[in-house]
Every structure is written in C-alpha cells, then in structure tokens.
C-alpha cells in the first residue's frame, strides 16, 4: 500500500471513529449494523467470491452464532470474551458438517442445498423450544469488562469496530496467502487448479468453514448488540441480502465487500417509509447488479480507472 493512500486510509478511520461523539446515539446503533454486515459479507465472500462455491446458507451460520453465544452467555455463564469465539467456533464445525455433503455438488445443486440448510436452522429455532425458546427468543447481557459494561450504543460502536477492523484484517491475510490463491484458482478452473497441485477438497472446506465462521462471529455481535434475538431476525431472506451486498461491492475483493455491505445496511435507513418493498428492491438490486455490474462496484472503478489511464 502507498503512503498516500495509508494517510487516507488512517484519515478516514480517524474520522469514523470521532464521528459518533458528534452525533445522535441512533447513528452508532446504525454503524454497528453496518459494521456486523461487512463481517457477514467478507464470510460469504471468501467461499463464493475467492472460491466459487455458491452459498445461500449464510444467515443460517448467523442464526448459529448468534444463539450460541447467547445460550453461552445466559445458561453457561461464560462471558461475552469467551461466548463470541466460541460461539464463532462452533458455526465453522457446522460449516464443516455442511461442506462435507457439498463437496460433491456445484452451481444450481450446491445453492439450493445451502438455502435448505438456512430454510432448516430456521425450522429449529421456531421449534426446539426448550433450547431456544422459539418465538419468545432470549434477552441477551452486555459485554463486560469488569465493571465497564458496554450497555449503550456508542459504547458498542467502538467494541465492534475493533472487531471488524481485525476481521477484515485476518481476510485480507488470507486473500493474500497461498491459501487465498488455491481458493481463485479454484474458481477459475477446478481442473487447471488440480493440474498444479491444489488440494480441492480442502480447500473448499476451508472456504466453508471460515464462512461459517465470519458468520458465526457477525451473529454473536448482533446478539449482544440487540440485546434479544428471536428466529425471526434469521430468515433464508437474510442470505439472499448478504449474496446482494457482495454481488454489489464486488465478488472477489474484501473492499467489495465492505462497499456492499455499507450501502445495503444503510438502504433501509433510506426506505424506512416503504419497508414492504424492501424485500423486492433488494432482488431488483442483485439482478441489476449481475446484468450492468457484474464484477461490482469495485470492478467499475477498476475499470474506469484502467480507461483514463489509456
């Protein structure tokens, strides 16, 4: 990275994080929304941006990671430093259980198969009561630090800032390794790809569970966040916004996802008054974005930029 564009990068941050202070209390519980929604969407973009495996099952590992560290935290009294990993953990050894039976299975198949397994986390939490308490969800403690608890919103804002900030770091780590290269080169050709070596099968789960992960991670946050969680703040619809949030930013590039999933999360902000078209505006976005954007916002720009350097 060039030093101009490190100053503009820590100018920025600089900004986002005075920007709070200034502001009424509801524009943190906003940024932490969109913060959340870049972790979710960097998962999803690392197993169907980097490695081409359609998954249309995110906001079941949401649902998962929310409700584990919420039962963590409620039923086992381990606090909210402890809940969150676990709770995370325990999403990638279920993205593990669903990558296994995947791995057989590509395009069409593969999707349908993710959005059955959200369609079926959904079923669960509606109906093992016992566990989950179904419809009437379960009230959610603030993080503590000893005696600082992290029970108001600005406070929540910088915990899940720093959260994001790290996360976003590890997937661009990732990207940038050898473990990001055999995920492209999967995409590209899985053939050429076993040509030289790559371990498909590997890889791939790996692509599953860091999803599951991420997922796991951004459902734990909004669990502590809201402060409740019940089945319905997880429906399949939620995976269909998370694939629109990449597919807009940019499939294969972690900026895309931070791109895509700021502007998704703060388009309801702008459509508060039309709330029930807001399920069909954000199929309309996916499809105009497919058909005029395929590679994105970030692959305008790109492109832009590769136009006036002719």
Same mark, same amino acid.
């Given at each position: 990275?060039?030093?101009?564009?490190?100053?503009?990068?820590?100018?920025?941050?600089? +900004?986002?994080?005075?920007?709070?202070?200034f502001?009424?209390?509801?524009?943190?519980?906003?940024?932490?929304?969109?913060?959340?929604?870049?972790?979710?969407?960097?998962g999803l973009?690392?197993?169907?941006?980097?490695?081409?495996?359609?998954?249309?099952?995110?906001?079941?590992?949401?649902?998962?990671?929310?409700y584990?560290?919420?039962?963590?935290?409620?039923?086992?009294?381990?606090?909210?430093?402890?809940?969150?990993?676990a709770?995370?953990?325990?999403?990638?050894?279920v993205?593990?259980?669903?990558?296994?039976?995947?791995?057989?299975?590509?395009?069409?198949?593969?999707a349908?198969v993710t959005?059955?397994?959200?369609?079926?986390t959904?079923? @669960?939490?509606?109906?093992?009561?016992s566990?989950?308490?179904?419809?009437?969800?379960?009230?959610?403690?603030s993080?503590?630090i000893?005696?600082?608890?992290f029970?108001?919103d600005?406070?929540?804002?910088?915990?899940?800032?720093a959260?994001?900030?790290?996360?976003?770091?590890?997937?661009?780590?990732?990207?940038?390794?050898?473990?990001?290269?055999a995920?492209?080169?999967?995409?590209?050709s899985e053939?050429?790809?076993?040509?030289?070596?790559?371990?498909?099968?590997?890889?791939? @789960?790996m692509?599953?569970?860091?999803s599951?992960?991420?997922?796991?991670?951004?459902?734990?946050?909004?669990?502590?966040? +809201?402060?409740?969680?019940?089945?319905?703040?997880?429906?399949?619809v939620?995976?269909?916004?998370a694939?629109?949030?990449?597919?807009?930013?940019?499939?294969?590039?972690?900026?895309g996802?931070?791109?895509g999933g700021?502007?998704?999360?703060?388009?309801?902000?702008?459509?508060?008054?039309?709330?029930?078209f807001?399920?069909?505006?954000?199929? +309309?976005?996916?499809?105009i974005s497919?058909?005029f954007?395929?590679?994105?916002?970030?692959?305008l720009?790109?492109?832009?930029?590769?136009g006036l +350097?002719?």
């Amino acid at each position: 990275m060039k030093s101009s564009t490190r100053m503009i990068v820590l100018v920025f941050l600089v +900004a986002l994080l005075l920007f709070p202070l200034f502001m009424e209390t509801y524009f943190s519980y906003v940024l932490c929304i969109i913060f959340i929604a870049v972790i979710n969407a960097t998962g999803l973009n690392l197993v169907t941006g980097y490695s081409g495996q359609t998954n249309l099952g995110q906001s079941g590992f949401v649902a998962i990671g929310a409700y584990a560290t919420a039962l963590f935290m409620t039923r086992m009294g381990i606090g909210f430093w402890g809940a969150l990993p676990a709770g995370g953990l325990i999403t990638a050894f279920v993205g593990l259980l669903i990558a296994i039976p995947a791995l057989r299975m590509r395009g069409l198949y593969l999707a349908l198969v993710t959005f059955g397994f959200a369609a079926i986390t959904e079923m @669960i939490l509606i109906h093992w009561v016992s566990l989950t308490h179904g419809p009437d969800g379960i009230r959610v403690p603030s993080p503590e630090i000893g005696s600082f608890a992290f029970n108001s919103d600005l406070r929540m804002f910088y915990l899940i800032f720093a959260v994001t900030a790290f996360m976003v770091y590890m997937a661009k780590n990732i990207v940038n390794s050898r473990v990001g290269r055999a995920f492209i080169s999967i995409r590209e050709s899985e053939i050429a790809a076993q040509a030289m070596g790559v371990d498909i099968t590997r890889y791939k @789960i790996m692509a599953f569970i860091l999803s599951a992960f991420y997922g796991g991670i951004a459902g734990g946050l909004w669990a502590t966040l +809201a402060m409740f969680i019940s089945p319905d703040a997880f429906g399949v619809v939620e995976s269909i916004i998370a694939l629109a949030m990449i597919a807009v930013g940019g499939m294969g590039s972690i900026l895309g996802s931070i791109i895509g999933g700021a502007l998704l999360s703060f388009l309801p902000e702008i459509l508060r008054e039309a709330r029930e078209f807001q399920e069909l505006l954000f199929g +309309a976005i996916l499809v105009i974005s497919l058909i005029f954007l395929p590679n994105g916002i970030v692959g305008l720009h790109d492109k832009i930029r590769r136009g006036l +350097a002719k």
